[in-house]
């Protein structure tokens, strides 16, 4: 027996992705054993540990990872989807003084300890929806003093929570009122101030920026994405959201870690994706959220041979959705994704696409123990069983963190 063990056993069903055998997964009455957070044996008999339990008619999955995020705000935006309701869209919201500069003035008036005490519990909300991992962008405060603000609260927070949170730098969210005559001097900011501050804070992981008419032009987004990279920040774009911008070119120009959204995206897009090795991160969530019918054209990407993966992208106006096993059915119903390959884009592939595969997103020896234990048996009853809640346990690093 080794000893602060922790044993599952008689597994109903273990669905993952394999590394090794690069495909999903499933097996039946398996055990695994874990110690000190991570996984070291996985097999139809383990040896003998000191805590057990038993997974008898139990689905276990690898926990979330939820790659595209915008957490940090002070309120939500319900008026907007108010507005939305009477039939306004997400550009017009825009021009009438909501969207984004909405939660940047929010944002720009809060204290760090007021933005640190409505982050936490929302990540609290994360955890106990099985996401164990979630990348979580800047992007409302829109000036330095805040950007860095809220990159700090993000730290904090992940200090400690037992979530583990990947920062973004995203100034380059939006215009800020501000800058609406003078888009260029903002950029300016960013690239000549914003992002030197930031590598200098040493936080921030990524770099992101919203490519699209309206926001960031094609020449904007490759001055602020290769100043990211000069000063050691990874390239992720939102890309061709509302319109064919040839913002997924150009995300394979500038060999982005991911290109976002892509519901307009082109046929020369997804070669450019291809061809640069592009991940193609699909946010359903954010179309059902606004009422509108494009879903980004999962099975284009797929046939061409693009990874892809899901995220959540929550945020206070356009997804108020944290919760994967929701954008999991609606992947499958609107994107018309099979229930394999929507758990390995949200597990597997979104932790490939945080650069982070070979530590967690999949259940296999030497990784995280970062899990879901499902009081069902059946992987087909995550996004059939809509309504209900399916999950009995997380583990985050080998430690139960919620029960139901």
Aim: glycine fraction near 8%; proline fraction near 3%; hydrophobic fraction near 40%.
């Amino acid at each position: 027996m080794i000893m602060g063990t922790l044993k599952l056993f008689n597994i109903g069903n273990l669905v993952t992705y394999n590394m090794n055998d690069n495909s999903m997964i499933s097996l039946k009455g398996v055990e695994i054993l874990i110690s000190e957070g991570k996984i070291i044996e996985i097999g139809s008999k383990v040896s003998d540990a000191d805590q057990l339990l038993d997974c008898e008619n139990k689905l276990i999955t690898p926990g979330f990872v939820d790659c595209h995020t915008h957490p940090v705000f002070l309120d939500g935006r319900e008026n907007e989807f108010e507005m939305r309701l009477k039939g306004l869209n997400y550009e017009e919201i825009a021009d009438k003084g909501g969207g984004i500069n909405n939660s940047a003035n929010g944002v720009r008036n809060s204290s760090e300890i007021e933005l640190y005490n409505r982050l936490t519990p929302r990540m609290d909300k994360f955890l106990k929806l099985g996401t164990t991992t979630i990348e979580a962008k800047s992007g409302y405060g829109l000036n330095i003093d805040s950007e860095l603000k809220s990159l700090k609260v993000l730290h904090e927070v992940n200090l400690n929570h037992q979530i583990d949170i990947v920062p973004t730098f995203m100034g380059a969210h939006a215009i800020p009122k501000e800058y609406n005559d003078d888009i260029d001097s903002y950029v300016d900011l960013i690239c000549d101030s914003m992002i030197p501050q930031v590598a200098e804070q040493g936080i921030a992981v990524f770099n992101d920026v919203f490519c699209e008419k309206g926001y960031f032009n094609s020449m904007q987004t490759r001055r602020i994405i290769n100043t990211g990279k000069e000063y050691g920040l990874l390239p992720r774009i939102h890309a061709d959201e509302f319109q064919d911008s040839g913002s997924a070119q150009i995300a394979g120009e500038l060999t982005s870690i991911s290109a976002d959204h892509l519901m307009k995206v082109s046929d020369e897009g997804i070669c450019s994706l291809l061809d640069h090795n592009v991940i193609a991160t699909l946010l359903p969530g954010t179309t059902f959220f606004l009422g509108k019918t494009n879903y980004a054209p999962y099975s284009r990407l797929k046939k061409a041979g693009v990874e892809i993966a899901l995220a959540t992208d929550y945020n206070p106006g356009s997804c108020n959705i944290k919760s994967m096993p929701f954008i999991i059915s609606l992947a499958c119903i609107y994107l018309k994704m099979n229930v394999l390959d929507a758990i390995k884009a949200c597990t597997y592939t979104s932790a490939k696409s945080l650069m982070m595969e070979g530590t967690i997103g999949s259940i296999e020896e030497g990784k995280n123990a970062d899990l879901i234990i499902w009081d069902i048996d059946k992987l087909e009853q995550v996004p059939y069983m809509i309504d209900h809640s399916l999950i009995k346990y997380v583990f985050k690093n080998g430690t139960r963190v919620f029960t139901a």
